[in-house]
């Protein structure tokens, strides 16, 4: 941005203390430039750098700023945590049409379950569905998530553990930092640093009330069968008809109980 004229670059964080945050660090990286490199600054707030020469600025908002990056002609759009439920369908949608065509968008985000906006996003772009590119990161291809294995020490690896070691072909010392990690964030583990296929990351997300182990043999038995009927173009399958005076129980999704989704 600050060396490009005319462009307009927006990251829009989920919260407006995550923005502020973002800010700040954009903020410490621009004065740590040289000077020889330095771009002159206009103005300066808390949340806009504007390089007047080249006409050029850089703002970060946040998604609960319903109307922030309307209007605007946005060359550059990064959103982050897009699967967080401050992201709202229109509003998504309207920083989408301020990119025009030739524009770069980044959707990012941890997943946090299945059927939100980054999720529906991800999975077309996976599948090819969609113009976006999908990008899948777990954790051990990171070099830095490890812990040193002290001598004489011996871990006696679980068959989780086992089957992790001889898939990915991880170290001791990683699955030593998998155990530190498992122990400080328990069930949030695989949230933020998945390890598994994309589509395992995404159902173990989430605040989910059924045990997903058991949802995912279930669903994997399901992919065998084939359904008795399928409804609604598609997007409804039918594995057994409903049989007369039979009582059932329906369940739905409350949202994770948040009353602005």
């Known amino acids: 941005t600050m060396f490009v004229p005319n462009t307009i670059s927006i990251i829009v964080a989920h919260t407006e203390q995550d923005a502020a945050d973002l800010f700040d660090r954009a903020k410490f990286m621009f004065s740590s430039i040289p000077a020889l490199l330095k771009p002159h600054v206009k103005r300066s707030n808390k949340k806009e750098l504007f390089f007047d020469v080249i006409n050029s600025k850089f703002t970060i908002g946040s998604a609960e700023a319903k109307e922030f990056g309307r209007s605007k ?3 550059n759009l990064h ?32 997943a946090r379950g299945e059927g939100n906006i980054f999720h529906q996003y991800y999975i077309k772009a996976r599948d090819g569905e969609n113009e976006y590119k999908a990008h899948y990161y777990r954790w051990f291809e990171h070099n830095e998530y490890q812990i040193p ?14 089957e992790l070691k001889l898939q990915h072909k991880l170290t001791l010392p990683q699955i030593k930092w998998r155990r530190n990690k498992i122990e400080v964030l328990g069930k949030k583990f695989i949230q933020e640093y998945p390890e598994r296929d994309d589509d395992t990351a995404f159902l173990k997300t989430g605040s989910p009330v ?49 009353v602005n989704s």
């Open 73 to 75: 002609t946005i060359n």
């Open 79 to 110: 959103c982050s945590e897009v699967s967080a439920s401050a992201w709202k369908e229109e509003f998504f949608n309207g920083l989408l049409e301020s990119v025009p065509s030739g524009g770069r968008v980044v959707l990012e985000s941890t």
């Open 149 to 162: 294995v002290l001598i004489g020490e011996k871990l006696h690896l679980a068959e989780e553990e086992m």
């Open 210 to 258: 059924f045990d997903v182990e058991l949802l995912d043999n279930i669903d994997k038995e399901l992919e065998k069968q084939e359904p008795t009927e399928i409804w609604l173009g598609g997007d409804l399958f039918i594995h057994k008809i409903a049989e007369p005076n039979a009582r059932y129980f329906i369940g739905i999704d409350p949202s994770e109980g948040d």
